[in-house]
């Protein structure tokens, strides 16, 4: 059971590690009911064999998305726990190790549920000790809590309604008029509205609002219908319909997602919100859009340099408002990126920048790092600031990943090493049939391992007594060999 704990634990903390054949997970806890698969790098959570979210890792955090792509969460390992936070980044609850269980809680530290790993299953409990599902995997996968929150209240009638989320200030669509937060009824003319969809599904109602979109891109001078809401509006409709500018052809430069919430209304108070947009919108004639685009140079750019992504003056919702500023999009998707997905890719490019050094020791040495001290004495696994990073082979060269360069983890201050040194013939020792009957294709490791254990016989033999050596030295920037002695 120890080592189906373990597999767990490096499951958990890989989160979406790629497995041959992938696992399956399926939970079944009153009304919810969703089911999640390994697929490529990242996890998928479905309802009723519909998309409801994914998981994906991005450096140290797993980030939860729903199923039109906007964040819905995240969990991070902090100490012995993992934390999952909401969208807007606040605790929602933990996951820790009791013994060989893992024990779920709320934010406030109720229990809320365990798994636990039983005949290369995990199996799941809710907080009442139900069974509640299974995952068909030793690997041990969190249950998705900011996924499970976002699900569970999916399951009533709503409205979908298509929101614009983000907006190029100097691109068409913010020259016609547009804004963050707008609602897109339909284009000017067409005859077709999101009133067209009072029931259906936001997948249904967001293809129809895309052909439409795609074909205002095609029609020189054309005109979009949106709803405006007033200000801190809520679930009550308050606000405006207009109706923008001409537009040339091509690309608007605005981004929009279809939801059964948005920022000027929740879920549960859709389907009356929808009502409400309606009856405004059949009362009268828009007004035209008020063409006010803001100075680019009143708003600082971030001076970092982040790896392939660019800024963009825009107006974005960030949680529930509409700010105005310098953005990051991503060079590779053209995808607004979050504090997340810029840390993530920093921290990358951090350690891909470190420097890579040549480690030499004696034959079969264990090699330490720490970013903590620089210097230590005695023998540094016994010295908690130091991390094991592997062992030398039989020529005294450390190899890390199949690579005799090793890239030093960020903040690297001393690099340490442990052995036990026997005065002995090498030449001799390779000589031995043990040695010399190993085909020629044996793997390294393999024939390292061979070797010292000839060596041990050897010594054994021969009443020599293994000399324990260690040692520390600091890293120095401009350094790119280090012999350990």
Known sequence: MKRLLLAAIAGIAALSAASCPAWTLNIRDGSLKY???????????????????????????????????????????LGNEWVFKDKNGKAIGSAVFY???????????????????????????????????????DKMPLRPIPLEDLMAGNNEPAACMTVIASVSLDAPGARAGLRAGDIIIGMAGSGKTLFDFPGGSCPQAHQSMAAQINKAKETEGSQLIIYRPAADEKSKVSGRILKTAPMPKGSRGFIYNTADNGPSFTRKDSLKYFGELKKLYESGSPEDAEIKVPDPAAFNKDTRDIPEAHQEFREVLVNGKAVTGWFWISDNTGRLMSPEDIRSRQERALKESQPKVLIKSYPGAKIFVSAVADSGEGDPALNSKFTYIGVTDMSGVFHYSGKEEYTLPLNAKCLAFSASVVDMDMNEVMQDPMITSLPANTQPAVRDAMIQQVITIRSAQRGIRPELKSGYVRIDADKKEYILK
Do not use: M, P
């Not at 998928?44 to 998305?65: C, H, I, M, P, W």
């Open 99 to 137: 013994g060989e269980e893992l024990t779920y809680k709320d934010a406030r530290g109720r229990h809320t549920g365990t798994a636990r790993v039983f005949a290369g299953k995990t199996q799941y409990k809710n907080g009442r000790g139900l069974d509640i599902g299974s995952a068909d995997t």
């Open 35 to 77: 089911e999640a698969r390994e697929l490529g790098n990242e996890i998928q959570y479905k309802v009723n064999g519909k998309l409801a979210g994914t998981a994906r890792q991005l450096g140290d955090e797993t980030v939860y998305r729903d199923a039109q792509g906007q964040h819905a969460g995240s969990v991070r390992k």
